[in-house]
């Protein structure tokens, strides 16, 4: 595709033969790049298989159109400059296009404080200046209207062929599909070369008809839970109160307003605290997801539900979770799951419907280019605004006869940390340039840099101003969460309790991460509960409990008893709340993260801290970790927060006395026994993809 005039030698008065002139060059560069990220953006997104209203994937379309010409554009140009300057000396509009756009390029990452290393993108103002001057050229319309035409057939055809469902068409017909496809593009980009204006506008109208007519449904999972709608009723005659429950993954106490951070990242979380009631002191049973959520949902310890590592993280179908005692007593449930371990788990068993978050955009290659230099927030987040536009879907056509059971789980503050820009500017410190934090978090993984991966204090600190990021972000997206919720229900009749699985080690006594350790940034968890006919707006609630205590709480508000007798939990209500003298968390070695810190070579860490099941017992002020390599400490968790300091030499008698109460606890729980039928998931190839972009799972 590229237009040519014949050209006059001014030296010997005689035409030298066909040849472009550099500013038609550069019209067809333009329109190479353009037409190639068309083409690749449509075959990337409907390999996926993204299911998005129709608004949202025209305009993701168009985005990542850019986002795939910007990656073709240096190439083209650079062949066009090449096979230019080898054909004659090129012309000082050129020159001087070539040294404006570097300068204002140099101008740019000054301001941003980055590194001229880290420029991969093309330099778009060039092109700008070109394309002003391109339209004088012979030919060099046509060139461009091809090009745009190009991108606008892939703004209307990508979410028509999502709409279609190819898994029950043959390839004969997907093949035929595919030419037909390919035919309409050729024919339409001829006619725009004629008739511009034209085609153009048709595109537009096109694409505004579609988005306005077409708006697909979200892809949720549903299942045959089918439950007894009168029992409520029977129990007490008000209505029985909707119940949302957030699990913020990965989230630290400690970054929230309401619990003491005073960077005003969480106005919306406070604002929930200030109307609900907040517990100080709740701790996690583990420090990573799965056992967390799977006690969270049965309320029984990971000991008990044996759904905590490697080698058995299956939620056995024996155990009953919280979403089946609702669904039997009339409750509608779903899951908006931002975290895929909780799919491959079955820890979803009892949810009416479930929709997976951020899996189907993870899979296109350029989400992976897009996120590194900051995707819009609608696209570039872990889930959270996907989660938004479809719980306000589910919503509008739930049966408003019935409560509902809602269980949200947010992804933002987990690796890998890349806010979109407007959160991830605003919290990079002075001197710290956005392009350059993006540089540093894709060096980021926290099982490298806990086996002695060097880093720098720059670089960490940038990795918790990202964190940061990630938790503000979040609590922007729960506004218009909670937006939604409150325009189709009544806020004082829902239950909304936000909490967090686990927190995140950030360099505390050199540890990164969360799978290794359970040191009280990752057990020690926010609570907040909103319900102001049960919990009074403003209470702060202090004393010991656990995340099993969510069962008996719930079922405490409805007036029922907990359909599950001897459960270890007890009722959160204020007026019945009993503080527990000691809590309890355990974590088994995660040996998945191995094949990662196998890259790092010789290890520079004990490798023995990384394969021990770890146990503790906590009684508010001092903790006591027992190893099971021996490796016993004991730490003052009042005046050593960062747990630096094994006070199991001087403290001998208190170690003693934790040592023997963790025991007896131990001895006393029921220990999960697989029975022959047990599930212990193999997981497929997509799975472990998704697994492995969290950080979950090796390469190799």
């Known amino acids: 595709m590229m237009a040519t005039d014949r050209v006059e030698d001014r030296t010997t008065g005689q035409m030298d033969g066909i040849r472009p002139t550099s500013l038609q060059m550069f019209a067809w560069t333009m329109g190479i790049g353009l037409s190639a990220g068309a083409m690749f953006s449509v075959f990337d997104l409907v390999r996926a298989r993204i299911a998005w209203p129709t608004w949202e994937m025209m305009q993701m379309v168009a985005w990542l159109v850019c986002i795939a ?36 390029q140099l101008v740019l990452f000054e301001t941003l404080r980055g590194r001229l290393a880290i420029i991969t993108l093309p330099l778009p103002w060039i092109l700008a200046v070109c394309m002003f001057r391109c339209l004088e050229e012979r030919g060099a319309v046509r060139l461009l209207a091809r090009s745009f035409s190009m991108v606008g057939l892939a703004v209307v055809v990508t979410p028509v062929l999502l709409a279609i469902d190819a898994g029950s068409m043959g390839r004969i017909m997907a093949t035929l599909l595919c030419a037909v496809v390919v035919t309409v593009a050729y024919l339409v980009q001829r006619m725009c070369a004629e008739k511009p204006t034209l085609v153009l506008v048709s595109l537009f109208a096109l694409a505004g008809g579609l988005a306005a007519l077409g708006q697909q449904q979200y892809p949720w999972d549903r299942q045959s839970v089918v439950g007894d709608s009168t029992t409520l009723e029977d129990a007490q005659s008000d209505t029985p109160p909707n119940i949302v429950l957030v699990v913020m993954d990965t989230t630290r106490r400690d970054h929230l307003g309401c619990y003491g951070h005073d960077g005003g990242l969480t106005p919306v979380v406070d604002k929930i605290a200030a109307e609900g009631t907040m517990y100080t002191q709740m701790i996690a049973p583990s420090s990573w997801t799965v056992p967390s959520h799977a006690s969270l949902f049965t309320g029984l310890y990971p000991v008990t539900h044996g759904c905590s590592y490697e080698h058995h993280r299956w939620l056995d179908d024996e155990f009953t979770t919280l979403a089946e005692m609702l669904s039997e007593m009339g409750y509608q449930t779903a899951a908006l799951v931002a975290n895929g371990y909780l799919s491959v788990t079955n820890q979803l068993q009892g949810f009416d419907e479930s929709l997976q978050l951020w899996t189907a955009i993870k899979k296109t290659k350029l989400y992976y280019w897009a996120n590194k230099i900051g995707l819009p927030a609608k696209w570039g987040d872990h889930g959270v605004a996907e989660a938004v536009e479809a719980l306000d879907q589910w919503l509008a056509r739930r049966d408003q006869s019935k409560p509902f059971f809602v269980f949200v789980n947010l992804m933002e503050a987990h690796y890998p940390l890349n806010p979109p820009m407007r959160w991830r500017s605003q919290c990079l410190e002075d001197g710290t340039g956005y392009l350059e934090a993006t540089r540093r978090a894709a060096k980021f993984y926290g099982p490298k840099w806990n086996a002695g991966q060097a880093q720098s204090e720059d670089e960490a600190g940038t990795i918790r101003q990202l964190y940061a990021g990630s938790i503000a972000y979040q609590d922007y997206q729960l506004g218009r969460m909670f ?63 656990q995340l099993i205590d969510v069962i008996p709480t719930v079922f405490d508000v409805l007036q029922k008893p907990v359909p599950i007798e001897a459960l270890p939990g007890r009722t959160l209500l204020a007026d019945k709340f009993e503080p527990r003298q000691y809590t309890y968390s355990q974590v088994h070695p995660y040996y998945g993260h191995f094949e990662r810190l196998a890259e790092v070579t010789g290890f520079q860490r004990d490798t023995t801290e990384f394969t021990a099941s770890l146990r503790t017992i906590r009684d508010g002020t001092y ?25 199991i030499a001087s403290k001998t008698e208190k170690a003693a006395e934790l040592g023997r109460k963790l025991d007896e606890w131990w001895a006393d729980q029921l220990h999960y026994e697989p029975s022959e039928e047990a599930h212990s998931d193999a997981l497929d190839k997509e799975t472990l993809e998704k697994l492995r972009s969290l950080g979950y799972a090796g390469d190799k």
């Open 483 to 545: 937006d939604t919720l409150e325009s189709h229900v009544d806020l004082d009749n829902t239950m909304i309790i936000v909490t967090a699985d686990h927190g995140e080690n950030l360099g505390e006594a050199n540890r990164w991460g969360h799978v290794f350790a359970v040191n009280d940034v990752l057990i020690h968890v926010p609570f907040i509960v909103r319900y102001p006919s049960k919990f009074t707006p403003g209470q702060e609630v202090d004393g010991q409990c």
């Open 69 to 104: 010409a910007c990656i073709a554009l240096p190439v083209a140009l650079a062949i066009a400059l090449v096979y230019r300057f080898r054909t004659s000396p090129p012309k000082a509009s050129l020159v001087l296009s070539v040294l404006a756009g570097l300068a204002c």
């Open 623 to 647: 903790k006591f970790v027992w190893s099971s390599r021996g490796r016993h400490r004991l730490f003052n968790i009042l005046d050593d927060k960062a747990e630096q300091y094994n006070l």
